[in-house]
């Protein structure tokens, strides 16, 4: 909602602007997209080896999981 309103506010001051914003913004999401995906999947990694780190103490009693 608050993007919608920034973007309400630019394009009362300066419409060309705004509208190459609404064109860009495609793009730019469609550019990035691949470094999310890079990003997910580093942090499930990382997930991973904790649990598989993490797993002895678990079975061995360990009651606080953090």
Do not use: Q
């Amino acid at each position: 909602m608050l993007t919608l309103l920034l973007w309400l506010i630019l394009l009362f001051i300066c419409w060309p602007l705004a509208l190459l914003a609404i064109v860009l913004y495609p793009i730019v999401w469609l550019f990035l997209l691949p470094f999310r995906l890079i990003g997910l999947t580093v942090d499930f990694a990382f997930h991973f080896l904790r649990a598989v780190i993490m797993l002895p103490f678990r079975i061995l009693g360990g009651h606080r999981v953090a």
